[in-house]
T-cell receptor, first 115, second 117 residues
Framework: AQSVTQLGSHVSVSEGALVLLRCNYS??????LFWYVQYPNQGLQLLLK??????LVKGINGFEAEFKKSETSFHLTKPSAHMSDAAEYFC?????????????FGRGTSLIVHP | KAGVTQTPRYLIKTRGQQVTLSCSPI?????VSWYQQTPGQGLQFLFE???????NKGNFPGRFSGRQFSNSRSEMNVSTLELGDSALYLC????????????????FGEGSRLTVL
């Protein structure tokens, strides 16, 4: 079984400030980990993914995440927030189950960016 | 390359009616998954289809069903609609369902927003 916990349903930052969105996972086997972003009235778009290669993963729009096995964490960061980063962010864990990989999603964190 | 296309984007139904939602995956993608998204429950997995076969199913009642056609297009159906079925229904496709190279990365459509009155 696998699960994801995103700490904080809302995160508020000022434009130009560091963005940190927290994600902890649980998986009985080595997982694949993802961050997706969802803008209003749209579907989810992949930001980045960890697939057992480098533990520091770089994604689109300046985001990156670090896989820490000892902490079972996969936190998402961006050095400087832009107004356009305001959206809902979802962490997901995927592990093999019955021949398929079915991602389990966290409840999401809404990022609010203040001017 | 065209993305995942879902139709209709918005629809309104009344309790007791049934609804069919359609999803066309990215060309070459053979796996199609459906998710229900609500403010209260977040993203919940409904089912996954691969090569016209349901491979996995989430914890939803039998009123929720789906199918996949030979061209990988998929439909989901909800019968006897309830108020609680109001949600954004997201379809996602991936290159394959299992095997080497599959990580579970999904490509999502924009969703079909269902309102049940």
């Amino acid at each position: 079984a696998q699960s994801v916990t995103q700490l904080g349903s809302h995160v508020s930052v000022s434009e130009g400030a560091l963005v940190l969105l927290r994600c902890n996972y649980s998986s009985s086997v080595p997982p694949y980990l993802f961050w997706y972003v969802q803008y209003p009235n749209q579907g989810l778009q992949l930001l980045l993914k960890y697939t057992s290669a480098a533990t520091l993963v770089k994604g689109i729009n300046g985001f990156e995440a670090e896989f820490k096995k000892s902490e079972t964490s996969f936190h998402l960061t961006k050095p400087s927030a832009h107004m356009s980063d305001a959206a809902e962010y979802f962490c997901a864990v995927s592990a093999p189950s019955g021949g398929s990989y079915i991602p389990t999603f966290g409840r999401g964190t809404s990022l609010i960016v203040h001017p | 390359k065209a993305g995942v296309t879902q139709t209709p984007r918005y629809l309104i139904k009344t309790r007791g009616q049934q609804v069919t939602l359609s999803c066309s995956p990215i060309s070459g993608h053979r796996s199609v998954s459906w998710y229900q998204q609500t403010p209260g429950q977040g993203l919940q997995f409904l089912f996954e289809y691969f090569s016209e076969t349901q491979r996995n199913k989430g914890n939803f009642p039998g009123r929720f069903s789906g199918r996949q056609f030979s061209n990988s297009r998929s439909e989901m159906n909800v019968s006897t609609l309830e108020l609680g079925d109001s949600a954004l229904y997201l379809c996602a496709s991936s290159l394959t369902s299992s095997g080497r190279g599959n990580t579970g990365e999904l490509f999502f459509g924009e969703g079909s927003r269902l309102t049940v009155l």
